[in-house]
């Protein structure tokens, strides 16, 4: 927000650390601002950096399919400076995450916002640290904000409802208890292959997929019951 503030520009662009533009991104996007009226947000394509199976990775995020516009992505969005100056700017209070899929929310709701597959992005895909594992799951208690912030959002209402109704008491959700008890089901099938080398990254995978679970579930509830949605 600060940045926003002393911004010359007339149009604000962003991308994150772990995001490569490609060559005509500005261009691209300066195309739609001066081409359509009245916008309040473009949203480009992110790109997901191709898989590389050998290694144990984060599944980092893409937006390919955003005509639907129910995503939203600092790692690809631009503003004119006027529209977000108008929206207030960032909202502070989501400190982890979705602070993009708000701001989009809202850009949305009070007016025109655009998707580009023109305007594009490559997303990296970052090895699976336990710092990695721990900060990806306390993105859980910002979708809880969402949901109370944006009632309406029905995307988000339908990944997510389901979570916040189980309560304090449910160490896991369903889904993914299911998938824990399948992963050494996925261990043997990979072994049986022969793909030694995928058999021993999904090993070291695990235990951090259990502690993945075991931290987001604790935020869910601790945010939860702060807006309490019990």
Request: positive net charge; hydrophobic residues 45%.
């Amino acid at each position: 927000n600060i940045g926003i503030n002393i911004a010359r520009g007339r149009y604000i662009f962003f991308t994150d650390d772990d995001c490569s533009p490609y060559e005509n991104w500005l261009r691209e996007g300066i195309k739609i601002f001066q081409r359509e009226d009245n916008i309040l947000a473009i949203q480009g394509f992110v790109v997901m950096e191709k898989f590389d199976k050998s290694r144990v990775f984060r599944r980092a995020s893409s937006v390919n399919w955003g005509e639907t516009l129910g995503n939203f992505m600092c790692a690809n969005m631009a503003f004119p400076k006027e529209a977000l100056i108008k929206l207030g700017g960032f909202d502070v209070r989501f400190n982890h995450a979705y602070e993009d899929v708000d701001i989009g929310l809202r850009a949305k709701k009070m007016g025109k916002v655009i998707f580009s597959r023109q305007m594009m992005v490559n997303h990296r895909q970052l090895p699976y640290t336990y710092r990695e594992i721990i900060a990806e799951a306390k993105r859980a208690k910002e979708e809880v904000r969402i949901i109370k912030y944006h009632p309406d959002a029905w995307d988000y209402h339908r990944l997510y409802s389901s979570i916040l109704k189980l309560g304090p008491l449910k160490i896991m959700y369903p889904p993914q208890l299911f998938y824990c008890l399948l992963f050494p089901v996925y261990v043997i099938v990979k072994f049986i292959w022969g793909r030694y080398y995928n058999c021993l990254n999904a090993l070291k995978l695990f235990p951090m997929l259990c502690l993945y679970i075991l931290i987001q579930r604790f935020f869910v509830w601790q945010t939860n019951d702060r807006f309490s949605f019990y």
